[in-house]
């Protein structure tokens, strides 16, 4: 059974920064691309950004490029996404997933919650 859970989300002041890990179970983390999306209330999931399976490739939108850097550790079936500068707007459930963002996901996990307030 694919399991993801995420962690690391909380009540920070805009400007500030916040590190997301998502565990990840049950499939060759190794072998798959992995994605971080969001989802305001009233609103759309977002993608937010995508790695390669090695880590060396990472694919992020305008909104958050430049301000969020995702990396993995395969050795330990861990991704991570490193939250810096945040902004009002960026506050939303992040969810980590299996799979690339271009070509779809089949796995998505229940996803920690990222407030940004003053």
């Known amino acids: 059974e694919v399991q993801l859970v995420e962690s690391g989300g909380g009540l920070v002041q805009p400007g500030g920064s916040l590190r997301l890990s998502c565990t990840a179970s049950g499939f060759s983390f190794s072998s798959d691309f992995m994605t971080w999306v969001r989802q305001a209330p009233g609103k759309e999931v977002e993608w937010v950004s995508t790695i390669n399976p090695g880590g060396r490739t990472m694919f992020y939108p305008d909104s958050v490029k430049g301000r969020f850097t995702v990396s993995r550790d395969n050795a330990r079936n861990t991704l991570y996404l490193q939250l810096n500068s945040l902004k009002i707007e960026d506050t939303a459930v992040y969810h980590c997933?299996?799979?690339?963002?271009?070509?779809?996901?089949?796995?998505r996990g229940q996803g920690t919650q990222v407030t940004v307030s003053s």
């Open positions: 997933a299996r799979g690339d963002w271009r070509y779809g996901l089949t796995a």
